[in-house]
């Protein structure tokens, strides 16, 4: 599987059906979806930082969903929030439009962390399964992003609480620590989307050889060039790995 990973202010339905010939699964967003998210999220605007501020963010993932409902690509949103409620009422959303709902456990910007949502989750795993149980029980299928690489979290151990509160997919930005996607392989059921760096066969096949599902790109999600080279890395793997004659078989 390819993945597209959310790059705020630009992950938009446009640039997930522009990147629709090569990946399975677009992230859109990040869209900060509660009162305290999004002040953080202005204060990210006004030190020059790309957001998403719609009026309203959860017809904005509405509409935005509504726009790939016929995409050749499979939509996920997503979400910074400091509080439960709009995680599900974003995540019915995603269920009524078979998209993914992510979670974000991942940014690390001050302001965010501030109000307790993004990587601040990290350290806060019961809120987090808490956010991860209520998506899962609107039937939405659930991932959490989540980062490699900070200081007192042990990865294995929130990615196996995640699990059991009903996460469908981990997605792990691996940072410099790439390893440390097959220590979250080893110990969950949940998809492992392993991301940071991914380029070209080799960044994809290191990932894969640690034991993920698959692999997102950010940065160059809109070079297709390199989505071009990593759709066909994972592929061959695929192939490989089950056998099937291809480019490697
Ligand atoms: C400008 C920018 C905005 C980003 N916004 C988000 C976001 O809103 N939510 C999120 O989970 N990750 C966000 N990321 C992280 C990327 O999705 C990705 O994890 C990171 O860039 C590493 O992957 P890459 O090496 O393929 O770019 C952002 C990254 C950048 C550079």
């Known amino acids: 599987m390819l993945a597209l990973a959310s790059l705020s202010g630009e992950s938009d339905a446009e640039w997930a059906r522009a990147g629709a010939a090569h990946a399975d699964l677009a992230f859109l967003g990040g869209v900060a979806v509660d009162d305290a998210s999004r002040e953080a999220a202005r204060q990210l605007v006004a030190r020059g930082r790309e ?15 509504t726009a790939l409902d016929d995409a050749p690509i499979r939509a996920g949103v997503n979400v910074r929030s400091a509080t439960l409620d709009p995680i599900r009422a974003v995540a019915a959303r995603c269920a009524a439009h078979d998209a993914v709902i992510e979670i974000n456990a991942h940014c690390r910007q001050d302001e965010l962390c501030a109000v307790g949502c993004g990587e601040r989750l990290l350290r806060d795993t019961d809120r987090l399964a808490d956010y991860v149980a209520a998506a899962s029980e609107t039937g939405a299928t659930v991932s959490v992003k989540v980062r490699a690489e900070v200081a007192g979290v042990d990865l294995p151990a929130t990615a196996r609480r995640l699990d059991d509160a009903g996460a469908d997919i981990v997605h792990v930005d691996a940072m410099d620590s790439e390893p440390r996607v097959a220590d979250v392989a080893a110990v969950t059921d949940a998809a492992v989307l392993a991301n940071n760096g991914v380029r070209d066969r080799a960044t994809a096949w290191e990932y894969l050889a640690y034991g993920a599902d698959g692999v997102s790109v950010g940065r160059p999600s809109d070079d297709p060039a390199v989505l071009q080279r990593v759709a066909r890395a994972v592929d061959d793997w695929t192939r490989r790995d089950t056998g099937e004659r291809g480019a490697f078989g």
């Open 51 to 65: 957001e998403f501020l719609p009026e309203d963010p959860i017809a904005f993932v509405d509409r935005q969903l």
